[in-house]
């Protein structure tokens, strides 16, 4: 299994949609079949269609909001006393997220498609707020799929997508999170694919829902190879980017720009949510060395148990909270380009006061994940060695378990 | 030897009835009364599909949903399944038997073992649902060595191109999805449509068999009486949820729908 330089990840796929010959593909019932190929058709012509492009920038930059900043934490770094510590703050988005991109991004196909209604998973609440202020800008009907369990818990992402006209849909099986949510929608798409698109939230689902999301996130990479040669005057010799990883669309994103570079120059390292420390539960697949299965029409690392059933996650953070993981990380994981590690519920919580005490800035629980690892280990590096931490939500969504596992002054404060 | 799946259509043929086929989602109610069903329906039932349940199932509706989350809570395992169909194949040795399921189950068993322990079993034929043509050309072709039948689904979204490919390349029986649905909804296009959709796949080879599902109840069967066979899933699923919950016996509830199923097809 090999990566190859000079074409991108995204199109690194085989005939049937495998990435490394096994991982993704189209594992979906027959209805969906000629849908999938539709939207395939659609995006291969238009990811090369020059007017597509300069449209999908201008909406990024107007309405988005691009580039996103590229800060130093000058004040962690002190605390720290390793490496450089900077970050990319993807929050900074329009809605408070990355998620934004994959969202608008559907959104134009769908117009294009001539399609009235959007339907869409979210765990965090963020792919679902986007979705909602997507279709609202582009006139789709919105419909968002989202575990019960998250509904109670991300009650401010809930707030907005309500607020912008979309209809959010419970779902009660299963463990009433994102896995549930994406195959609720994915049921309804089956019912309803002949007027209905659909957003797959994460760089998950049938091999063109991979490329799409994957293809609209690596703007944050775009803007940060540009910003990294502002600050440095080139891209640096020790860099080191941190992300964390559920589905794996910012990361993804975050690291898409730099897939050529040598990794002993420019070093990626995923962070996936171990869960309670307490707790044998987690949503760290590639961490824990899960074994190959399908989950969601591709085939992946994913939580099962010896039979092929998938596990139950548990993490602090509803936008983690994910059994399996894109199969793009998959293949980066066996191709060795990247490295994947955890963070439990306890060492994010760590992060997030620490970067909050120190920082003008407020990751929400996602990110805080590889905040923690990023500054453990930024302890270690020298000081020539370039960190940075892609902060790619606000914890604004997250103030109510902040509020419960923190104390109020480490809502208030910020 | 002829697969029995070809023989129960032949008898259905000879008495100028679609085949009935039903399908119950193995180890629903307990592993004991899964079976109980499957040998008191089988009387009235031409071919019997049973379901491996999977906690992901992206293409069932709510009912089936509830019996395979119930059969899994009960422990039902792959081994268990096999066991079932064991066990009912003894007394009931040339009523076909149909595996449906999810591929991940199958993927997470191998594919040789699991077609291994199918022949061993009695099974003939499988459903793969998320496993589509040409996903599934190898997998079908291992089937066909070991003369399990694999059955095609084929959709109303499926290109009257892919039809032709698929239906080529299928065995002996397809399995045509009425409508755009989970299984368990609601019949949302007139019977004429889907039978104007399930002429047009007969038209292409008309010795293959096809069976329509999705959306078929006792109120809907007795419409499509011209097709090859009939499948009934939720609407049996539901009967099961519904027993359990007024503790009467499933076994004697299922029966009972099923024969009123099977008059309307008479």
Redesign the interface.
């Known amino acids: 299994m090999k990566l190859r330089k000079g074409i991108p990840l995204i199109d690194q796929g085989n005939k049937?949609g495998f990435w490394g010959g096994k991982f993704g593909?189209?594992?979906?019932?027959?209805?969906?079949?000629?849908?999938i190929e539709d939207l395939e058709i659609l995006f291969n012509n238009l990811k090369k269609d020059k007017k597509f492009i300069a449209e999908r920038d201008r909406y990024f930059k107007n309405w988005i909001g691009t580039p996103t900043r590229f800060i130093k934490l000058e004040n962690l770094t002190k605390h720290v006393g390793g490496a450089q510590i900077y970050s990319k703050v993807v929050s900074d988005a329009n809605g408070g997220a990355h998620k934004i991109y994959n969202a608008t991004v559907h959104c134009l196909l769908a117009k294009r498609s001539g399609k009235k209604f959007i339907c869409g998973d979210t765990g965090a609440g963020y792919a679902g707020k986007m979705l909602s202020m997507a279709a609202k800008k582009f006139g789709l009907k919105c419909k968002i799929f989202m575990g019960a369990k998250d509904i109670a818990r991300q009650q401010p992402n809930v707030k907005a997508i309500k607020k912008n006209g979309a209809e959010i849909i419970p779902v009660y099986?299963?463990s009433k999170t994102l896995?549930d949510a994406v195959?609720e929608c994915?049921?309804f798409w089956?019912?309803?694919?002949?007027t209905t698109s659909m957003c797959v939230g994460s760089t998950v689902g049938p091999a063109v829902f991979v490329r799409i999301c994957g293809w609209s996130t690596s703007q944050i990479s775009r803007e940060l190879k540009i910003q990294l040669v502002e600050e440095f005057g080139s891209v640096p010799k020790k860099l080191k980017l941190y992300n964390c990883v559920g589905g794996g669309s910012s990361s993804f994103g975050f690291w898409n720009e730099f897939m050529d570079y040598n990794k002993k120059q420019c070093e990626f390292i995923g962070v996936e949510a171990g869960g309670p420390a307490k707790s044998k539960k987690h949503a760290a697949p590639l961490t824990y060395g899960s074994?190959?299965?399908?989950?969601?029409?591709a085939a992946q690392y994913v939580n099962?148990n010896?039979?092929?059933?998938?596990e139950e996650t548990e993490s602090i953070s509803a936008g983690l909270d994910y059994p399996g993981i894109s199969p793009l990380h998959c293949f980066l994981k066996d191709t060795k380009r990247a490295r994947y590690t955890s963070a439990s519920d306890e060492d994010a919580l760590k992060a997030y006061k620490l970067v909050t005490k120190f920082e003008k800035l407020r990751p929400s629980l996602e990110p805080s994940h590889a905040f923690f690892v990023a500054i453990s280990e930024s302890k270690k590096f020298s000081k020539d060695t370039i960190v940075v931490v892609n902060s790619c939500g606000d914890a604004y969504k997250d103030k109510e378990i902040l509020e419960q596992r923190l104390g109020k002054k480490y809502v208030k404060s910020n | 030897m002829l697969n029995p799946i070809s023989t129960a259509f032949k008898i259905a043929k000879k008495e100028n009835r679609p085949a009935l086929l039903t399908y119950t989602v193995a180890g629903d109610g307990s592993k004991k009364q899964s079976l109980n069903i499957l040998k008191s329906i089988s009387e009235n039932v031409d071919i019997l599909e049973v379901g491996v349940p999977h906690n992901t199932p992206v293409a069932d509706g709510s009912q089936i949903q509830t019996s395979a989350y119930r059969a899994i809570k009960n422990g039902i395992k792959i081994n268990d399944i096999f066991n079932i169909i064991k066990e009912f194949k003894k007394s009931n040795k040339n009523k076909p038997v149909i595996l449906m399921g999810y591929y991940n189950m199958i993927f997470q068993y191998g594919e040789n073992d699991y077609i291994k322990k199918c022949k061993t079993s009695g099974v003939n034929g499988l459903i793969v649902v998320d496993l589509p043509w040409p996903e599934n050309k190898n997998f079908a072709n291992k089937c066909k060595k070991k003369s399990i039948y694999f059955v095609q689904l084929l959709s109303p979204t499926t290109t009257n191109k892919r039809l032709k490919k698929i239906i080529k390349d299928s065995h002996q029986m397809n399995y045509f999805i009425s409508m755009l649905s989970t299984t368990g909804g609601k019949l949302k296009v007139t019977p004429k449509e889907i039978l104007k959709n399930y002429n047009k796949i007969k038209k292409i080879n008309p010795k293959k068999q096809t069976v329509i599902g999705f959306g078929i109840t006792e109120k809907t069967i007795g419409k499509f009486r011209c097709a090859d066979g009939l499948v009934v899933g939720s609407a049996i699923c539901n009967e099961i949820t519904r027993s359990l919950n007024n503790r009467q016996n499933p076994v004697t509830n299922v029966s009972k729908l099923v024969k009123n199923l099977k008059k309307k097809i008479i």
Not at chain 1, 190 to 194: E, G, I, K, R, T
């Open positions: 049937l593909g189209n594992f979906v019932p027959e209805t969906l079949k000629k849908p099986s299963g896995v195959s994915m049921r089956v019912a309803n694919c002949d074994k190959i299965g399908i989950l969601h029409g099962q010896s039979e092929g059933q998938i």
